[in-house]
């Protein structure tokens, strides 16, 4: 199995900045790397796949960046409506694994 | 308009069963992978279980092996997930999460069902 780990669990930060937030495979995933956004209550929502491509309606100051086994989500000035948990999830290899989670806080 | 919904959790005695529905519209849903998803209370996302568009290839996670059967009924628009023998730890919210094409991230995502085992 693949494992994923996602640094920090918690992010601090104020809007207008930038955050960056990042993720790990025990094992190269190619660029197979998928980022998801959860808002408290909500189900998650398709940010990045494919490592750094922007799903459809996704704002450019999401970014993603990465191969292997390092890869990278930018927010380039975090919005009030950016606060929430950021996962990642490999789709390279089965079973299917998601990282522990980012929160995005302010 | 896409969309998925989830239906049929509840609470469940351990070692009962319950069997989730999930239905689909606003896209074509015997072309697309079909996938659940689960998240126990403040915890992550867990991948439980995959079904190819043809019904060919089905995928379990080792959690749920052998207690978990995922189906589809393409004519229905209709995803499955038929839980036996539950246990406290399958307590969660299940989604149900559509593929993207040819791939297998998710591009589409119902609000989830609670399944709460206990006694």
């Known amino acids: 199995e693949i494992v994923m780990t996602q640094s920090p669990a918690t992010l601090s930060v104020s809007p207008g900045e930038r955050a960056t937030l990042s993720c790990r495979a025990s094992q190269s995933v190619t660029s197979d790397l998928a980022w998801y956004q959860q808002k408290p209550g909500q189900s998650p929502s398709l940010l990045i796949y494919r490592a750094s491509t922007r799903a459809t309606g996704i704002p450019a100051r999401f970014s993603g960046s990465g191969s292997g086994t390092e890869f990278t989500l930018t927010i380039s000035s975090l919005q009030s409506e950016d606060f929430a948990v950021y996962y990642c999830?490999?789709?390279?290899?089965?079973?299917?694994?998601f990282g522990q989670g980012t929160n995005v806080e302010i | 308009e896409m969309q998925l919904a989830e239906s049929g959790g509840g609470l469940v005695n351990p070692g009962g069963s319950l069997r989730l529905s999930c239905a689909a519209s606003?896209?074509?849903?015997?072309?697309?992978?079909m996938n659940w998803v689960r998240q126990a209370p403040g915890k992550g996302l867990e991948w439980v279980s995959s079904?190819?568009?043809?019904?060919?290839?089905?995928l379990y996670a080792d959690s749920v092996k052998g207690r978990f059967t995922i189906s589809r009924d393409n004519t229905k628009n209709s995803l499955f997930l038929q839980m036996n023998n539950l246990r406290a730890g399958d307590t969660a919210v299940y989604f149900c999460?559509?593929?993207?094409?040819?791939?297998?991230?998710?591009?589409?995502w119902g609000r989830g069902t609670l399944v709460t085992v206990s006694s």
């Open positions: 079904i190819r568009a043809g019904n060919n290839y089905i």
């Open positions: 606003g896209f074509p849903f015997s072309s697309y992978n």
């Open positions: 999460a559509k593929a993207a094409a040819d791939s297998w991230f998710f591009d589409l």
């Open positions: 999830q490999q789709h390279n290899n089965w079973p299917l694994t």
